[in-house]
């Protein structure tokens, strides 16, 4: 190995490392304050670092919260696809998990976080506007479209129900706004809700079994 590689790795890693604690204090603020009260220079007091050198990592608020949503997304997506490509297990069975999985603890940390940008109409333009973001979640929905289209084929599901409906409701199960409501207000644990919600979903979408003559 050259003796100027050994210097530069070293060097990136303390730069990822300094990265990911900006991250992880820019979301705890963000959930304590909100993303309008939340500031530059609290997170760099935090993190014990000059504000200019957060922004040598991110050129502004609204880039730390985008990369806040990229790595939690790309995250949630390594987890669904480890599911989906679980050997021995049914469509159900898989989807049963992932909805058990936005339901978790990773989901109920960052709620009142995503709660509340999703109720900033600037922040969702802002959103919107990240090419990356859109990616991500298109990765998602087809993954989730697959697994549908392999329970029809498998004669789980109704195979008369377009898969861009089944998809359509059951991203509806994991909204923001209905986890606010169950857990945050009705004091619902998640992994109830997600039992609760996985037995009407699947029995809306299961195919029906005729009797033979």
């Known amino acids: 190995m ?10 990136e890693k303390q730069r990822q490392e300094r990265e990911a604690l900006i991250l992880q204090t820019a979301e705890e603020v963000f959930c ?17 670092i000059a504000k200019g050198t957060v ?11 985008v990369a806040l949503f990229r790595r939690d997304t ?9 599911i989906a490509s ?14 058990h999985l936005l339901y978790g ?31 991500h979640w298109g990765q998602l929905t087809h993954c989730l479209e697959e697994l549908l289209a392999q329970g029809q084929a ?13 998809l359509s409701l059951f991203l509806n199960l994991v909204s923001v706004r209905g986890y606010e409501r169950l857990v945050g207000q009705e004091g619902l644990a998640p992994a109830e809700v997600a ?9 809306g979408i299961a195919a029906e079994h005729k009797p033979s003559c």
């Open 2 to 11: 050259p003796p100027s590689t050994a210097p530069r790795s070293w060097k």
């Open 195 to 203: 039992r609760y919600l996985a037995r009407i979903y699947f029995k």
């Open 74 to 82: 790309e995250q949630v997506i390594s987890e669904v696809e480890a």
């Open 86 to 99: 679980s050997p021995g297990c049914s469509a159900r069975e898989k989807l049963e998990a992932i909805l």
């Open 55 to 65: 922004y040598l990592h991110f050129p502004s608020k609204e880039d730390l919260l």
């Open 105 to 135: 603890e990773l989901f109920k940390k960052r709620t009142r976080l995503f709660y509340s940008i999703y109720n900033s109409p600037e922040m969702r333009v802002l959103l919107e506007k990240k090419k990356e973001m859109g990616d």
């Open 154 to 166: 498998a004669g789980e599901f109704d195979p008369e129900l377009p898969t861009s409906v089944m």
């Open 32 to 48: 304590e304050k909100g993303y309008h009260e939340t500031s530059i220079d609290e997170i760099a007091a935090r993190v014990g």
